[in-house]
C-alpha cells in the first residue's frame, strides 16, 4: 500500500472519535454485507448509497463505512447516508478507487478523521460525513435533480415504445405448479421497510388468516423464512438470495431476457436445483407480478415494492421504467402492504377473537341458565317433549 502525504488541513472533524477494525471488502455491497461482521470496517464503492442497501450496512453494525465513490452524487436526493450516519456509523466517502485496490480483506486499519490509517500511516483520505454535511448535500440535490428527471422520462418513453407488447400481448408465462385463481398473492421485494411491513402484516392476522400465495423476489425469501413462512415461489437473478432459501421447497423461477441470457441460471445448475424461466424485459419484481396477475390473482399485496421517483432513481436501471408498464396491467388488483395492515387492521375479525366472544356467550348463557329456576323448568319440559 501507498503512503498517503501525512500533512491535515485543520477541519472540524478531528475531534471524532476514531473508528478501527479489520476491512471487508467488496464492490458490491449486496454481496459485502453476507460476510460482514459487527465491528468490521465496511469498504465498498457504491456511488448514491441506496436506502436499501444502508439498512443492510447499520444491521452489520460495523466500525465505519469506507465508500470509495461519492454517497451522494448530487444527481437525486438519495437518503442512504443519513441513515447510516443518524445510525451513529462514521462515513467515510470518496477515498478513491485505487484505495480498493490496495487495501487488502483483513487488514486492520483506523478511520479517524477525515483519513484512513494502517500501522500509524495515513493509507488514504476522503470526506467524512455528517448528518449537517448530508442534510446539505441532499437538500442541493433537490434543487438540481430536473437533468434527472428528464432522463428518467425520456427513458420510461423509449420503453414505451418497444416494450409495450407488456401491456397488449399476453405474456409467456412459465407453468408454476402453485395455484392462483382466486387468491390473494403477496409479493416481496428486498425494497424499503420491507422487514418491518412484514411484521406489521404479520401482527395484523392478515398471513394468518388469509394465507395468501407468497411470491418472493430474490432476498425477500429470507424476510419470509425469518417469519417461519416458506415462499411458495422465489424469482429473480439469485444472487442475493441464501442456499438455506433455495432449499426451501419453492418454486425456482430464473428472471430471463429476450436475448437468452439467464444470469440466475448457474447457481441454480451449480446446487442441482431444477427451475423454470420466465424471459422479459424490466425488474425481477415486475415479471413477480405479472406471474401473479396472468395466473388470476385475486389480489396483489407488495411489500417492499418501489413506488416513489427516488425510489426509481435509486434503483439505477433503465429497465426501472418497465415498472410503469406493469402497474398500469395490474394496477386494479395491486396494493401496498401499508395499506392492507391499515385496512385488514379494522375490518376484519379474527378466528381467535371470533371464538373467544362465542365463547363467553354461551358462558354467559349457561350462568343464566342455572340462577333462573322459570327457565330451567322450561328446558325440562321442552326436553321432555323431544324424547318422549
Known amino acids: 500500500m501507498n503512503e498517503v502525504d501525512d500533512v491535515r488541513e485543520p477541519s472540524d472533524d478531528a475531534d471524532l472519535e476514531p473508528a478501527r477494525g479489520p476491512a471487508r471488502i467488496d464492490r458490491r455491497t449486496k454481496d459485502l454485507v453476507s460476510r460482514l ?18 439498512e443492510t450496512l447499520i444491521r452489520a453494525r460495523p466500525a465505519a463505512v469506507v465508500n470509495a465513490a461519492a454517497s451522494i452524487s448530487g444527481r437525486y436526493p438519495n437518503l442512504g447516508p443519513l441513515l447510516v450516519c443518524a445510525a451513529g456509523i ?4 470518496g477515498v478513491g478507487e485505487e484505495f480498493m485496490a490496495e487495501v487488502t480483506d483483513g487488514t486492520l486499519i483506523e478511520v479517524v478523521g477525515s483519513e484512513i490509517r494502517c500501522d500509524g500511516r495515513v493509507i488514504g483520505k476522503g470526506r467524512r460525513q455528517s448528518i449537517e454535511t448530508l442534510e446539505a448535500q441532499i437538500a442541493a440535490a433537490k434543487a438540481t435533480m430536473g437533468a434527472e428527471l428528464e432522463a428518467f422520462a425520456e427513458n420510461t418513453l423509449n420503453y414505451l415504445r418497444t416494450e409495450q407488447h407488456l401491456l397488449l400481448d399476453d405474456p409467456d408465462v412459465p407453468e408454476v405448479r402453485t395455484r392462483f385463481e382466486g387468491r390473494q398473492v403477496l409479493v416481496v421485494a428486498r425494497g424499503p421497510e420491507y422487514k418491518d411491513d412484514l411484521a406489521l402484516l404479520r401482527r395484523s392476522g392478515y398471513l394468518n388468516e388469509l394465507k395468501p400465495v407468497s411470491i418472493a423476489v430474490d432476498g425477500g425469501a ?19 438470495v441464501s442456499e438455506k432459501a433455495l432449499r426451501c421447497g419453492a418454486e425456482l423461477v430464473v428472471h430471463g431476457y429476450r436475448d437468452g441470457r439467464a444470469p440466475g441460471a448457474a447457481r441454480l445448475e451449480e446446487l442441482g436445483l431444477d427451475y423454470l424461466v420466465y424471459a422479459s424485459e424490466g425488474t425481477s419484481e415486475d415479471i413477480a407480478m405479472l406471474l401473479a396477475f396472468e395466473e388470476g390473482a385475486e389480489l396483489i399485496v407488495a411489500v417492499g415494492s418501489h413506488s416513489s421517483m427516488v425510489e426509481f432513481l435509486e434503483k439505477g436501471r433503465p429497465g426501472m421504467a418497465s415498472t410503469f408498464l406493469v402497474r398500469l396491467k395490474v394496477g386494479p388488483i395491486l396494493v401496498d402492504a401499508k395499506g392492507v395492515n391499515r385496512l385488514y387492521r379494522q375490518t376484519t375479525v379474527r378466528k381467535a ?6 365463547g363467553a356467550a354461551m358462558l354467559t348463557f349457561l350462568v343464566f341458565v342455572l340462577v333462573s329456576e322459570p327457565l330451567r323448568l322450561t328446558l325440562r319440559i321442552y326436553w321432555t317433549s323431544l324424547t318422549q
Open 222 to 240: 429470507d424476510a419470509l423464512l425469518d417469519l417461519g413462512i416458506r415462499p411458495d415461489i422465489i424469482i429473480g437473478d439469485f444472487d442475493s
Open 90 to 93: 462514521p462515513l467515510l466517502d
Open 353 to 358: 377473537d371470533l371464538a373467544m366472544v362465542i
Open 37 to 54: 461482521k459487527a465491528g468490521d470496517v465496511a469498504v465498498i464503492h457504491h456511488e448514491d448509497l441506496d436506502r436499501v442497501a444502508a
